[in-house]
Nanobody, 121 residues
Framework: QVQLVESGGGSVQAGGSLRLSCAGS????MAWFRQAPGKQREGVAT????????YYADSVKGRFTISQDNAKNTLYLQMNSLKPEDTAMYYC??????????????????WGQGTQVTVSS
């Protein structure tokens, strides 16, 4: 049973920072996705926990950082220089298989319940 519980969301002004946490079971591939109202769920960042590889969506490169604290079994997403377009529900996801296309939600089998991030201008 894989359990993922996100926290850390909130409301911030543009240019601010937030750190999201995802506590629970870790698998080889961990990721953060987001979904804005009326839009498809999109991949934000992924981490191959075995090798330490990371991949980011172009829209967040240089601003967001995905990491994991193995001792705490917690995945993080540090979000800096937040923009109004970053407003969305953010989800933690896990997979035991190599997600050929990591940014697709269908590549991940396990999901948390989400945490809301709202960025005001």
């Amino acid at each position: 049973q894989v359990q993922l519980v996100e926290s850390g969301g909130g409301s911030v002004q543009a240019g601010g920072s937030l750190r999201l946490s995802c506590a629970g079971s870790s698998r080889d591939w961990m990721a953060w996705f987001r979904q804005a109202p009326g839009k498809q769920r999109e991949g934000v960042a992924t981490l191959y926990t075995v090798g330490g590889l990371t991949y980011y969506a172009d829209s967040v490169k240089g601003r967001f950082t995905i990491s994991q604290d193995n001792a705490k079994n917690t995945l993080y997403l540090q979000m800096n220089s937040l923009k109004p377009e970053d407003t969305a529900m953010y989800y933690c996801a896990a997979s035991t298989r190599n997600p050929i296309i990591w940014s697709r939600a269908a590549s991940f089998a396990y999901w948390g319940q989400g945490t809301q991030v709202t960025v005001s201008s």
